[in-house]
Structure formats: structure tokens, C-alpha cells
């Protein structure tokens, strides 16, 4: 890799990680980081860090300035020739105004803006023909079995059950949460896995984002399915690169698709620590370059987010723990690490990181 890569987003430890992998982060291309915890691993892994308050993800000034300001921290992104680019993380989900201004002023690692304004539609999936749970722009007579979500929420936090306020209606489906990994390139697709994900609810957020596991089961008629739905948006909207399409799998074995994510996800990461060049792939998509080989990992990975129930200050690390930062103050309900599992079975890798969650706490 040559050129420096700003890796932008709401926490972007895990994608730094990937992005060393493959060679970013050398006296050529210094690898910078701009994202709202800087976690001991990310600072570990980058040249530089700039802090942007999660309440700013929605500024573009602001986030401009971020990035300028990591760029000011190291000379090298200043001094070499090679056209330094940003890769963006979650964060900007429904943000079309951020990414544009990112876009006129660097080069982006990433869909292009109007494939991210696109993913958001509230009607994408009913004008595609894809099944997913009915979905409204106006109040629904009767509220009970409803939900309603926010095109800019990500991670959960914009779901919630229905109220009058909107501004988008969805029936609840019952079921298990899933998602698939996947490739857009110049030729087609390339489904890199399916996940299993769950929540980690409170009161105030009930479909608050609890974590994933890799390489989950679905059954071949499941996954096919699935796999034909990213094809076909992959063809309607342009993508490129690393995606994820959430979908839930209702008790009835029916998937129904929820949200399409242009951009590399949470489980990327579960992917490109054994198997290395996840971001290899995603940067010769993104390019129109012919995909370098990549074979997926045996086993399974989790990742459950750790959320603090009470004000507290960290100081050691806990065992199998990602995004740790010692010494810091956590507010009650922010996310306070990642806790890893590995096993043959997702279902067993996800039984494994939960329970080490909560021993974490």
C-alpha cells in the first residue's frame, strides 16, 4: 500500500487492525485514525488519533476539521506524493450531506455518496421485490406490532417501538437476527459469510446492538436467497467493495431483509483475523481491480459489545477484551469493551463471548 488512509468513524479500532494486515501503516503510507473513543488498540495500531464526539458524526465541518487536524499530527501524510484516502466506518449511516463534503475534498475508500444516500430509501427493499416486513411513511392506525426506525441510527440505537413521531413504520418480525458479509466487485458478488447477531436491550433502546458471531448456518436455501437479494442490490445501487445486509430469519424460516449497510462492518473483523486481506478485497473492488484470493477461516469468531451498567473507571484490561481504554471514565449505558470468543459454531462462539461479557462487568 502506498499513501497515507484516514480510517473515520464512530469506532474505528477494528478496521485500523484489518487495514495493518495488509500493509497500510509503513513509512510511505501512515495509517491515521479519527473516531469518538481512541481505545488503547487503535492508538496502538495508528500513526496518529483525532477525537470527534459522536454528536459531531453528523457535522460535516466538523468532521472535516477531525481529519485535517489528524493529518497536521504526522508529517508523513503531509509529505508523501501518493494521494492520501479516507475509508469510512459506521457513523455515517444516513449522513448522505457528511459523506458528500468527505468526498469533494479526499479520495473515498468507499461507495461513492449517491450509493449511500440510495441504501437508505425507506422503500429500497419493496422496490427491488425483495421480501421485507411491511413498511410505512405514515402513522399506522394501530401501533401495537410496529416499529419505528430512523434512516440515520445505526447499530440499533434508531429502532424503536412504534410511537406517532416516526418518521419511517415497520411491522416487528419475530425471529433470529442475521446479516451477510459480502463483496460487490466489477464481476458480481462474492458472499464472504453469514452471521448470527443479537441485542444487548434496554429499556429506552430495545434493539440496542449486543453483538455478532461468524460463519453461522442459515441452511442452503436460507443463504441462496439471501445471496440473491445482495446480487440484485448490488446491481441497482452500484455497490462496491466490503457490505452487509441484515436481514431476520422469522420462525416460520422466512427471511425478511431489514438494512443494507454500504460500507465494512462489525464482522469484518471476525473474518480478517484468521484470514488476512479482507480490505485487500474491498480496496481492489472499490478500484474496479480484479479480486485478489482470499479463503475464509475455519470456526467461528464473536464479538459482544460490553456495556457499562454504572459510572466507572477502567483499569485493568479483561481477559480476550478489544477497545479497552485504561483510565477512563464510562457513563452509565456507553460501551466499555469488546469481548472475543472463538469456536467450531457460531451459535457456540456467541453462547461463549456473552457469557464472558457478563463476567466482564
Known amino acids: 500500500m502506498s499513501g497515507a488512509l484516514v480510517v473515520v468513524g464512530a469506532s474505528v479500532r477494528a478496521l485500523a487492525e484489518c487495514a495493518g494486515r495488509v500493509g497500510w501503516r509503513t513509512p510511505r503510507s501512515p495509517l491515521l485514525a479519527v473516531d469518538a473513543f481512541g481505545d488503547d488498540d487503535t492508538r496502538a495500531v495508528t500513526d496518529a488519533w483525532q ?25 508523513a501524510a503531509r509529505t508523501v506524493d501518493d494521494p492520501m484516502q479516507v475509508l469510512l466506518g459506521g457513523g455515517f449511516d444516513g ?34 421485490g425483495i421480501p421485507t416486513p411491511e413498511t410505512r411513511l405514515s ?18 440505537i434508531g429502532v424503536r417501538l412504534a410511537d406517532v413521531d416516526g418518521p419511517i413504520w415497520q411491522r416487528r418480525v419475530a425471529g433470529r437476527p442475521a446479516s451477510l458479509l459480502f463483496c460487490a466487485h466489477r464481476d458480481g458478488v462474492l458472499a464472504l459469510g453469514f452471521n448470527r447477531q443479537w441485542c444487548s436491550p434496554t429499556p429506552g433502546l430495545p434493539f440496542r446492538w449486543g453483538g455478532v458471531a461468524s460463519r453461522a448456518d442459515l441452511g442452503s436455501a436460507i443463504e441462496r436467497e439471501v445471496l440473491a437479494w445482495a446480487t440484485r442490490l448490488a446491481g441497482q445501487l452500484g455497490l462496491r467493495g466490503l457490505n452487509s445486509l441484515d436481514f431476520v430469519v422469522g420462525r416460520d424460516g422466512q427471511p425478511w431483509a431489514l438494512e443494507i449497510n454500504p460500507r465494512p462492518s462489525a464482522s469484518v473483523e471476525l473474518y480478517d483475523r484468521d484470514a488476512p486481506g479482507l480490505l485487500a478485497l474491498h ?21 459482544a459489545v460490553v456495556y457499562a451498567e454504572r459510572p466507572l473507571r477502567t483499569a485493568a484490561r479483561p481477559a480476550a477484551a478489544s477497545d ?5 471514565r464510562i457513563r452509565p449505558g456507553a460501551p466499555l469493551c469488546s469481548i472475543h470468543a472463538v469456536a467450531p459454531t457460531a451459535e457456540l462462539a456467541a453462547r461463549r463471548a456473552r457469557r464472558a461479557a457478563t463476567i466482564a462487568l
Not at 479497552?324 to 477512563?328: D, E, I, K, L, T
Open 283 to 303: 480496496r481492489a473492488a472499490v478500484r474496479g481491480e480484479p479480486l485478489p484470493n482470499w479463503q475464509a477461516p475455519a470456526g467461528s469468531r464473536a464479538l
Open 139 to 156: 402513522c399506522p392506525a394501530r401501533l401495537s406490532g410496529w416499529l419505528c426506525k430512523r434512516p440515520e441510527g445505526s447499530a440499533g
Open 95 to 128: 449522513r448522505p450531506d457528511v459523506i458528500e463534503a468527505i468526498a469533494s475534498r479526499y479520495a473515498l475508500l468507499n461507495n461513492l455518496p449517491p450509493v449511500w444516500r440510495a441504501a437508505r430509501a425507506p422503500m429500497l427493499f419493496v422496490d427491488a
Open 51 to 75: 477525537h470527534l464526539p459522536l454528536s459531531d458524526l453528523a457535522r460535516p465541518a466538523r468532521v472535516l476539521r477531525a481529519i485535517a487536524q489528524v493529518l497536521d499530527q504526522t508529517a
Open 324 to 328: 479497552w481504554r485504561c483510565g477512563a
